[in-house]
């Protein structure tokens, strides 16, 4: 592993000044952007400072005393205008350090400072009185040694001539030990140090000049100030320099070091031992030199310094000599350091962790060693530095592992606490293999378990069908996605995931099945071309020149076409009703050169037009197409797509997609029911797509035989068994699934039933014992449908009954809940296995009570016409039939189709209490459409709804009177949907005209229109109507602030108001002071969402206030976007504090800090049992803020979710959050884009005067009052 930077490893009392003041500059506060006219006034004020002390060092290089005492003056000014930009200049006027060290240079400091290295020389005059003798000389170097921080600064100093003269300073030592000289020989090592930094060029010239011996020298002095400087001189001089390496061995500093390491002094042995670390670093001869002069002993006692610098580069050196041979390493672990290492682990230093674990990590790879480290206790603190952000430290921990790893005795303690699955990379030895896959058969469950899921990540593909067909594998990790334990569920999800990718990866051409007959290709030049053609298609009214012979080589279709009986058998005119022009030439040019490039936006019609005509191999390239676009998104809407046109390898990247993503896909309710439909698909249905990659990879790689896949299991064909036999295609049935399958299936349903889920929430659960009876009738009623499915498609591969025993699992699960527990002794009447239907000689699982809800919307959005239309409106036409709410959403109705719907829609309308017209027009022109909505809003006047969706139709004005007479109808609505309607302002207006009839109106949503001032005005109408209105949505409407204000005034009437969404319009303060007026008058208020209203500080206060004193009910509070600072937190954290119902609290998009989001969270601290949620998001919220969210959210019983993405925590700060929710990794969200550099604890260091060098941490949070544990 390659070593870090010594340098930036140094004793924060003791780093030199380069180093010092270039974190200086690191800590300055963002944002100061001083005008351009006061930072050119500073800029000369500085210039006319400089000019005047140069002026006098250059005229008083003498001893006279007055010359003396202005020299040391002037040294001084211009060392404190380096350091902190004078004390006579703001900071604010000239924030920047650089920038103040380049106006020094550029008026020509460096010469003039050069110059007072050495003494002026003695006249006669002057005598023997040597007035600031060595004083001026100090002086001079530590200003030079501030200027040293850029490159060209320290070359133009070394131009100058500073180096003869700062090693002839060294060599005073030898005139006493005076304070004056011990300062100015200190100073000349403080500088020398600056000017080294980093610099080869310059620690050579050094060495030339003769600066190695007396630094050498220096070790011994008496001060230890001075035995620091030199120290620190050559830790520098040595770093990446061999010749320098060799002149301080050769001078005899090892034994001083070695000594200097057992000092009591913090500050000397860390200077020691970082010296000792680069001499050995890449030399492997000095390395032995310093091992046999004995220094390994108190290195090793170094682990147990007080100081923490000195114990990271103890470790650090540890881990290098441990590189040297086998013996070294088992000496270092003989000696007593694995304890003080392991120890070192669980610190909250990260350097001193990866330090830890790169030592640990080297003398692992000795066999001696690795079973004591185990045995130690070494195991569990390493594996947790596996969740570490930090690379470095994730790497040394792992290399750590994989050392221990290698030996056998360790496997059962890698098993035991479950951390073998947490090694990402690498392969274990082939004993080590062994003994896990013995253990995969034999152990617990739970150990099975673990080791199937680090093997998944670890093993090879030559490994795989030993480990995950011969051994089990596979099932082990199908058990685990079917576990109603999410973590468990994830687990799977991702092993899954891993394991298919390494199987192999399919490219369009690969993807595609060879053809079922010999193709025929005519080539480019005949497509669309008449010449020869004997058919000829119309397609949007074009003609499409075509040839049969082509046509009835490409697929069964186009032979069942023209050689069956069909009419298009002998038509030469064939018309083609339901593709697009662009598309159907995209099919022809493929059926004739066999290619074609798919781009996206044809892809899902040239898809279905594949699919229509059988053309496998064009279905493969959409789907790959298709594929490409998957997104969290989409993947529900791609999924269903893949099943409506059986696009296998399209429906396999959708499940690998979820797989992959699972963990977000989980937590997002609406697709709740996707992942929960992919899961218990994927309990069998994986089995064998995962084994078919295998089968491929094999083949490919001639590594095995030719292999039939059934029901999940993985067999050879036992007519391959010859040695000389042709490879015939795979065998493929993905139905039965194994009696494993169905188990693990009865496991998770039961799971579903009686653990919480979204659907749980609404309908709650089953005890144990009822939902495990319930699992295996519903399993029972599932398989024996999709059998029967099966035998209906006896040549099929049993992907229908896939889909069917997939669809009724979960169908039968949500009726279940419905339901409801059921007493023990009716559960006898209801059907208890397979094979065994109960009583009633019936294998439903309940009788369903008469269908109410008649919905068209499953699948993806489609164009109806009126012979559809009359089929799919059949079971409404149905006598007697129950049907009080219909959904015609996600289908796009012809005028002829709207015709056929109207007379049935009338015949049931007195029966209807809820009809969804959404999204039931699109694509159509404005005349057809208007007439569309026409047609219904005839049919249905006269309905008695208590429910009227109308969304997703871009209505504007036409559209809304369009529904004119089913609108003035309604006398008993209580829920109106106008989501997504282009309402405009006069729409708006006609929506007011047109609802006369308000007073038992409880939902009312407008979403996602164009309302604004004016439309939001005509809607305030419609509110002051609405006296039992209990869920309000006006959210993305372009309401300003007067709108806002008039909705506002307008609510104060709806007092049983219990949801408020306002979300996304540009309210302001005014419209915020009128809606705190409102909200004393709801009482019952529940929700409320305010989030990106423009409302900044003055308009979340009065909301909050107003807020304080009512709603006592409040269970969700969102202010998401507002510009909130912390002079609004205190009204909000009182308001807060005042919700003991509080559920869900979202604050994210602000500027809340430290300081707010401590005061937040301490509002949260007391009470708050029912707190599920609380999103922080980009808040600029640092370290000390997200560790006080964490301890009190973490003590809510009910607590779910932390979001506090975004921000500036430092590392060690992720580190603490990841290891506070340790127990529960579910309950922190995410924290990928945290910026670790952005803000946080600073530490502010600053020098008082020459002769201190005592640093002063200062937090920038020590005003927050935050009782937390010393760390």
């Known amino acids: ?191 020398i140090t600056n000017l080294a930094h980093e610099n080869s060029n310059i620690k050579t010239l050094v060495r030339r000049e003769g600066g190695i011996p007396p630094l050498v020298e220096l070790l011994e002095f008496a001060d230890t100030k001075v035995q620091r400087a030199a120290a620190g001189a050559l830790r520098t001089l040595a770093f990446k320099n061999d010749e320098n390496k060799n002149q301080i061995v050769e001078c005899s500093a090892l034994p001083t070091l070695i000594l200097m390491l057992r000092s009591e002094d913090a500050a000397i042995h860390y200077e020691a031992v970082g010296v000792i670390g680069n001499l050995v670093h890449s030399s492997p001869n000095i390395k032995k030199e310093v091992l046999a002069a004995g220094a390994i002993q108190p290195v090793i006692g170094l682990l147990s310094s007080c100081c923490s610098e000195s114990q990271r580069e103890a470790a650090l050196l540890l881990g290098q000599f441990a590189a040297t041979d086998s013996d070294c390493k088992v000496h270092i672990v003989q000696r007593g350091a694995v304890g003080p290492l392991i120890e070192m682990l669980q610190s909250s230093d990260v350097q001193l962790r990866e330090m830890s674990a790169f030592a640990l990590g080297r003398v692992a790879q000795d066999p001696h060693n690795q079973a004591g480290i185990a045995h130690n206790g070494g195991l569990i603190p390493l594996l947790k530095l596996l969740d570490s952000k930090n690379g470095s430290l994730q790497h040394n921990a792992a290399f750590a592992l994989y050392g221990l790893a290698d030996n056998e005795d360790n496997v059962s303690d890698f098993i035991r606490v479950g951390g073998v699955q947490k090694l990402q990379d690498g392969e274990f030895i082939v004993q080590v293999l062994k003994h896990l896959l013995y253990i995969m058969r034999v152990a617990e469950k739970i150990v099975q378990r673990r080791v199937a899921l680090a093997l998944a990540h670890l093993c090879a593909p030559d490994d795989q069908r030993l480990i995950f067909v011969d051994n089990g594998g596979l099932e082990l990790l199908l058990g685990l996605l079917g576990s109603a334990n999410m973590k468990q569920q994830l687990d799977g999800a991702i092993a899954l995931y891993k394991l298919a990718n390494k199987a192999m990866t399919l490219s369009p051409v690969d993807a595609a099945p060879p053809s079922p007959t010999p193709q025929v290709y005519l080539g480019e030049q005949y497509v669309n071309n008449a010449t020869l053609s004997d058919v000829t298609f119309l397609v949007e009214g ?59 936006d044809v892809a899902q019609d040239l898809l279905r037009a594949a699919d229509q005509y059988l053309l496998e191999a064009l279905k493969r390239l959409c789907e790959y197409t298709i594929a490409q676009d998957i997104s969290l998104d989409n993947v529900a809407s791609m999924y269903e797509l893949s099943e409506s046109f059986h696009a296998f390898s399209l429906r396999h990247t959708c499940i690998l997609f979820i797989l992959e993503h699972f963990d977000k896909l989980s937590a997002k309710p609406r697709y709740v029911y996707l992942v929960n439909h992919i899961v218990i698909m994927s309990l069998f249905m994986f089995t064998s797509s995962f084994l078919v990659m295998y089968a491929c990879y094999v083949r490919r790689n001639s590594l095995s035989d030719d292999f039939v896949i059934r029901g999940g299991f993985f067999a050879m064909d036992s007519s391959a068994t010859s ?185 049931i309308k007195d029966q209807l209490k809820e009809v969804d017209l959404s999204d039931f027009i699109a694509g159509r022109p404005e005349d057809e459409a208007l007439e569309v909505m026409t047609v219904f809003s005839t049919a249905l006047e006269g309905s008695i709804l ?142 409320i969402y305010l989030c990106y209203l423009n409302l900044e500080d003055e308009g979340a206060t009065v909301i909050a206030d107003a807020l304080k004193d009512s709603a006592p009910s409040l269970e969700v509070f969102d202010m998401m976007g507002n510009d909130i600072t912390i002079e609004a937190v205190p009204s909000i954290a009182a308001c807060i504090a005042s919700k003991q119902n509080l559920k869900k609290l979202n604050l994210d998009e602000n500027e809340l800090k430290d300081e707010g989001a401590v005061q937040i969270a301490k509002a949260l601290e007391t009470g708050h049992s029912q707190l599920k949620r609380v999103d922080v998001n980009t808040n600029a919220i640092g370290r000390a803020g997200a560790r006080v969210f964490a301890k009190v959210v973490l003590q809510k019983p009910e607590f779910e979710l932390l979001n506090i993405n975004a921000n500036f925590i430092s590392d060690e700060g992720i580190d603490e959050l990841k290891e506070a929710f340790e127990k529960c990794p579910e309950k922190l969200g995410p924290l990928d884009e945290n910026d670790p550099d952005g803000v946080g604890d600073a530490e502010e260091s600053d020098e008082e005067d020459a002769g201190d060098d005592d640093r002063e941490l200062d937090s920038k949070l020590k005003h927050l009052e935050v009782n937390e544990e010393d760390e």
């Not at 049969?548 to 697929?555: E, G, H, K, V």
């Open 542 to 600: 074009r003609r499409f020149y075509a040839h049969r012979i082509c046509l009835l080589a490409s697929s069964d279709a186009f032979r069942a076409m023209f050689d069956g009986g069909y009419r298009e058998k002998d038509a030469r005119d064939i018309e083609i009703p339901n593709i697009r022009w662009e598309v159907f030439e995209l099919m022809m040019r493929f059926i004739y050169t066999g290619s074609v490039n798919v781009a996206l």
């Open 946 to 1087: 208590r429910s009227l969706n109308l969304s997703d139709n871009a209505l504007g004005e036409k559209g809304v009177r369009a529904f004119e007479a089913l609108l003035k109808s309604q006398s008993c609505l209580e829920e109106l949907y106008l989501m997504n309607n282009g309402i405009s302002e006069e729409a708006a207006r006609a929506v007011c005209e047109l609802i006369p009839s308000t007073e038992t109106l409880k939902v009312l949503r407008f979403h996602n229109n164009m309302t604004g001032d004016e439309g939001a005005l005509a809607i305030a109408q419609v509110l002051k109507r609405c006296p039992l209105l209990e869920d309000f949505q006006c959210s993305s409407t372009r309401v300003g602030a007067e709108g806002g204000a008039a909705l506002a005034e307008a609510l104060e009437s709806c007092t049983k108001l219990k949801t408020l969404d306002l979300r996304d319009n540009m309210f302001g303060t005014e419209a915020a002071v009128a809606l705190a007026k409102a909200i004393p008058k709801f009482p019952s208020l529940s929700e």
């Open 723 to 907: 040695p000389k036999y042709e490879r015939r295609p795979f065998s493929i049935k993905l139905w039965p699934p194994s009696d494993n399958t169905r188990q693990m299936l009865v496991a998770r349903v039961a799971g579903n039933l009686s653990s919480q889920s979204i659907f749980a929430q609404k309908y709650g659960t089953l005890g144990k014992e009822e939902a495990e009876e319930n699992a295996k009738r519903i399993e029972a009623v599932a398989f024996k449908a999709a059998s029967q499915q099966y035998d209906n498609e006896p040549d099929g591969d049993g992907g229908s009954a896939v889909q069917l025993y997939a669809k009724e699992c979960s169908k039968l699960i949500l009726d279940v809940l419905k339901r409801g527990p059921v007493p023990k002794e009716d559960m006898e009447d209801l059907p208890s296995e397979e094979g065994d239907p109960g009583p009633k000689d019936s294998v439903e699982v309940i009788t369903p009570p008469p269908e109410t809800f008649f919905d068209i919307s499953k699948g993806s959005r489609s164009f109806i016409e009126a012979e559809e239309t009359e089929e799919i409106l059949k079971p409404l036409k149905k006598p007697g039939n129950s049907y009080s709410k219909i959904c015609f959403s996600n289908r796009s109705f012809s005028l002829e189709a709207a015709r056929v719907a109207a007379p049935v829609l009338e015949s």
């Open 1 to 191: 592993m390659e070593l870090q930077k010594r340098q930036d490893q140094g004793l924060p009392q003791r780093k030199g000044q380069k180093r010092k003041l270039e974190e200086e500059i690191k800590d300055e506060q963002p944002g100061i952007s001083p005008s351009p006219v006061a930072s050119s006034d500073a800029r000369r004020a500085i210039l006319s400072e400089v000019a005047v002390q140069v002026s006098i060092l250059d005229s008083a290089f003498s001893w006279q005393e007055a010359d003396r005492a202005a020299a040391k003056r002037a040294t001084h000014v211009l060392a404190d205008l380096a350091k902190n930009g004078g004390t006579h200049f703001s900071l604010f006027l000239f924030p920047c350090f650089n920038e103040v060290v380049n106006v020094i240079v550029e008026g020509g400091a460096v010469p003039a400072l050069v110059k007072h290295l050495q003494s002026p020389p003695i006249t006669e005059v002057d005598g023997s009185v040597r007035p600031f003798e060595h004083e001026v000389e100090k002086g001079s170097a530590f200003a030079l040694g501030l200027l040293a921080v850029k490159p060209e600064h320290q070359q133009l100093i070394v131009d100058h001539g500073a180096l003869p003269h700062l090693v002839d300073l060294l060599k005073r030592h030898t005139e006493g030990t005076t304070r004056a000289v011990t300062s100015v020989v200190r100073r000349a090592a403080d500088a």
